[in-house]
């Protein structure tokens, strides 16, 4: 049990629809980092929020978007879903961003696209 | 987008036995990271290893960070049915990463009884 809970844990939508996943960090941890997980893949990273400001981003478009709010909490939304976007959602929380600060990731929100 | 290479993808044991996997990557790290997937279930992190030769032990696991920053590797030792489950190694860049994570492929460990 880490302490990072994220909801919904399932989620159906359709192509073209839009969808935002939340994500509650650890205790004490400012730092919230998204990643994306195909079937059979390990997760891919999308971005990082850091004091509620974007600290990094990977390979994903625009249509990938995020906040973090003052209480360190986070929010991942996608527009116009693709096929593709089908995937597990991880949030991941640390105590900061320095290499020294180990990632516990939470359960994940399934999204399938239909 | 990128990932780490893990070796082998699968493998099956007999309970009791050693297991050992490793993982590589083109481009030096500066922290490696072993993580352990259950179905439904978000990564779980075993071990955290910070320097190059560091070799480190949690219970039955034991992981090392190569002398060239580019691979690390995982053992366990008498392997129980509970260790069943994907075994993630995963990268922290060193410019400009901070703790931002590259994953390896998993290697899928599955116990015989």
């Known amino acids: 049990e880490t302490g990072v809970t994220q909801s919904p844990t399932h989620l159906i939508k359709t192509r073209g629809q839009q969808v935002t996943l939340r994500c509650s960090s650890q205790?004490?941890?400012?730092?919230v980092s998204w990643y994306q997980q195909a079937l059979g893949q390990g997760p891919q990273f999308i971005f990082q929020?850091?004091?509620?400001?974007?600290?990094g981003r990977g390979n994903f478009p625009p249509r990938f978007s995020g906040l973090q709010f003052p209480n360190y909490s986070s929010e991942l939304n996608v527009n116009a879903l693709e096929l593709d976007d089908s995937a597990l959602y991880l949030c991941?929380?640390?105590?900061?961003?320095?290499?020294?600060?180990?990632?516990?990731f939470g359960d994940g929100t399934r999204l399938s696209i239909l | 987008g990128q990932q780490l290479n893990q070796s082998p993808q699968s493998m099956f044991i007999q309970e009791g036995e050693d297991v050992s996997m490793n993982c590589t990557s083109s481009?030096?790290?500066?922290?490696w990271l072993w993580y352990k997937q259950e179905p439904g279930e978000g990564p779980v992190l075993l071990i955290a290893?910070?320097?190059?030769?560091e070799l480190t032990s949690n219970g039955r696991l034991t992981a090392q960070f190569g002398i060239t920053r580019k691979d690390s590797f995982l053992n366990i030792s008498a392997s129980i049915p509970s260790d069943v489950g994907i075994y993630f190694c995963?990268?922290?860049?060193?410019?400009?990463?901070?703790?931002?994570?590259?994953f390896g492929t998993g290697t899928q460990l599955k116990v015989e009884l």
């Open positions: 991941a929380s640390s105590l900061g961003q320095g290499e020294h600060q180990p990632q516990h």
């Open positions: 205790s004490g941890h400012n730092t």
């Open positions: 929020y850091y004091r509620e400001e974007e600290n």
């Open positions: 481009s030096i790290f500066n922290t």
């Open positions: 290893l910070y320097k190059a030769g």
């Open positions: 995963a990268g922290q860049p060193v410019t400009g990463g901070g703790n931002k994570l590259t």
